[in-house]
C-alpha cells in the first residue's frame, strides 16, 4: 500500500527539477540579451537604445525572480508533500492497527457469542426439559391423587358391619389393625373380632347417650383429656411426644380422643344418676376380696366363637372345648394343649395370661370362676363374651384387710364399670348387628 502513494510522489519530485534546468537555461539567455544590447549601445550611442536595453533587462531580472521564487515555492511544496506523505503513511499504518485490533475484537465477541449463544441454548433445552419433567410429575401426581381419592371413596363405601342401621367402615378398622402390625403382632381373626366388638361398643353407647339427651362440659372434657394426656406421656416409650403423635400410634386421634370422652362422662353422669353411696358399700362387702389385693396366676385355653354365626359353628366349637377339657383330664400337659387349640395371643406362653385382680382386669365370668379355685386346679368349660375357656389356676396371692373408706375410689371405679357393662350387654343383645367382615 505505501508503494502506490510514494511513486507518484518521486515522479513529482523529478519533474520538478527539469524544471529547474530549464530556468537556469533561460538566465543565460537573459546574460547574452544583455551583453548584446550594451554593445548595440555602446556602438550606436544612441539614448533610445539604452532606454529599450534597460528596459529589456528589468523584465529578464523580473522573470528571472520570478524563477527563483518558484523553485524555493517548488522545494517547499515539495518539503510539504513529503511531511503529508508521512503523516499520511502513519495514518494509514494506524489504521491498519485498528483493523487488525477491531478484527481481534470481533473475533473474540464472535467467540463470546458462540459460547453465550450455546449457553442459551442449553438454557432453552434445560427449561424445556423441566417444562416436560413437571409435565409428567404433575400428570403422575394428579394419577396417584385420583388413585388416593379411589381407595378412600372405596374404603369409606365398604362396610363391614352395621349396628341398628349404623355403619362401621373398613377405613375406621384398618386404622385399628394397623396398631397391631406396627406392633409386630399376629393379626388373627380373633384379633379381627376384638376390633369389630370395640367399634361396635363405641356405636352402641354413642346411639345410648344420644338417646338420653345428656352431654358433658367443656371443662370436664378437658380435664379428663389431661388427666389421659398425663397417663400417656408418663410411659417412657411417650416421653417429650405430642398427644397427637401417641393417638395416632394407637389408631386414634385428638378428635375421636375428645368425642369418646365426652361420650364416656355422658354416659358416667347417666348413670351416677341413678346409683347412691349405699350401693357402692353394698357391693363392696359383698365383694371384699376384689378389694383386698388378693391376685391369681392362671392359664387358659381358649375357643373364639366370636366370628361364629351359625348356631352349627357355635355347637362345633363347644365340642371342641369338651374334647380338650377330656384329653387334659388324661393327662394330656395343659400348656401344650394351650399351644395347640388355644385362639388367645397367650398360646405361645402355654396359656398363661399372668396375675390379675378380681376386678377391673378380667371379664366377670373368667375372674368368678378363677378366684373360686384352688392352685393347680383345672376348671370346666366356661362361657364368656370371648369364648370357651378353661382355666388352670398356677399362683395366688393372698389380700389383707380394707374398709370402705380405703378403696373408695377403686369401688366406684370397679362399680360403673360393672354398670357400664352391663348396659352394654343389654344394648347388645336388643341392637340388630350385623358383621360382613
Not at 492497527?97 to 467467540?111: D, F, Q, R, S
Amino acid at each position: 500500500m505505501r508503494n502506490i502513494i510514494v511513486v507518484p510522489v518521486l515522479l513529482i519530485l523529478c519533474l520538478l527539477q527539469t524544471n529547474n534546468l530549464l530556468f537556469a537555461d533561460e538566465n543565460i539567455e537573459a546574460k547574452s540579451a544583455l551583453s548584446s544590447a550594451i554593445s548595440e549601445a555602446s556602438a550606436e550611442v544612441s539614448t533610445a537604445a539604452v532606454a529599450e536595453a534597460i528596459e529589456s533587462t528589468e523584465v529578464v531580472v523580473e522573470e528571472a525572480a520570478a524563477e527563483a521564487v518558484v523553485e524555493e515555492a517548488t522545494e517547499a511544496v515539495t518539503e510539504e508533500v513529503a511531511e503529508a506523505v508521512e503523516v499520511v503513511a502513519e495514518e494509514i499504518t494506524a489504521a491498519v492497527e485498528e483493523v487488525e485490533t477491531a478484527t481481534e475484537e470481533i473475533a473474540t465477541i464472535v467467540a463470546e457469542t458462540e459460547e453465550s449463544t450455546e449457553a442459551v441454548v442449553e438454557e432453552v433445552v434445560a427449561e424445556v426439559i423441566a417444562e416436560e419433567v413437571v409435565e409428567k410429575v404433575a400428570e403422575a401426581v394428579t394419577e396417584t391423587t385420583a388413585a388416593v381419592t379411589e381407595a378412600v371413596v372405596e374404603s369409606e363405601s365398604d362396610v363391614i358391619a352395621t349396628v341398628n342401621g349404623e355403619k362401621i367402615l373398613r377405613l375406621s378398622f384398618n386404622k385399628r389393625l394397623n396398631v397391631f402390625r406396627r406392633m409386630n403382632q399376629e393379626v388373627t381373626d380373633t384379633v379381627k373380632m376384638q376390633i369389630v366388638d370395640q367399634l361396635t361398643k363405641k356405636i352402641l353407647l354413642k346411639q345410648f347417650v344420644e338417646k338420653q339427651e345428656v352431654s358433658a362440659s367443656a371443662d370436664d372434657i378437658k380435664a379428663e383429656i389431661e388427666k389421659i394426656k398425663f397417663f400417656l406421656q408418663n410411659n417412657p416409650a411417650n416421653k417429650d411426644k405430642p398427644l397427637d403423635e401417641i393417638l395416632e400410634t394407637q389408631g386414634s386421634s385428638v378428635t375421636e380422643l375428645e368425642e369418646e370422652v365426652s361420650r364416656a362422662l355422658a354416659l358416667s353422669k347417666y348413670l351416677e344418676s341413678s346409683v347412691t353411696d349405699a350401693d357402692k358399700m353394698s357391693y363392696f362387702d359383698a365383694n371384699k376380696d376384689a378389694f383386698n389385693g388378693a391376685k391369681v396366676k392362671a392359664s387358659h385355653v381358649l375357643i373364639d366363637t366370636r366370628n361364629l354365626k351359625t348356631e352349627a359353628e357355635l355347637k362345633e366349637a363347644k365340642d371342641k372345648i369338651d374334647i380338650v377339657k377330656v384329653q387334659i383330664d388324661k393327662g394330656a400337659d395343659f400348656a401344650e394343649m394351650a399351644k395347640k387349640y388355644s385362639s388367645c395371643p397367650s398360646a405361645e406362653n402355654g396359656g398363661d395370661i399372668g396375675f390379675f385382680q378380681r376386678k377391673g382386669s378380667i371379664v366377670e365370668e373368667f375372674a368368678v370362676v378363677a378366684f373360686a379355685m384352688e392352685v393347680g386346679e383345672i376348671s370346666e368349660p366356661v362361657k364368656t363374651q370371648f369364648g370357651y375357656h378353661i382355666i388352670k389356676v398356677t399362683e395366688k396371692e393372698d389380700g389383707k384387710e380394707v374398709n370402705y373408706a380405703d378403696v373408695s375410689d377403686m369401688v366406684d371405679f370397679v362399680y360403673m364399670q360393672l354398670k357400664t357393662e352391663s348396659l352394654l350387654k343389654e344394648l347388645h343383645d336388643k341392637a340388630e348387628i350385623n358383621i360382613t367382615l
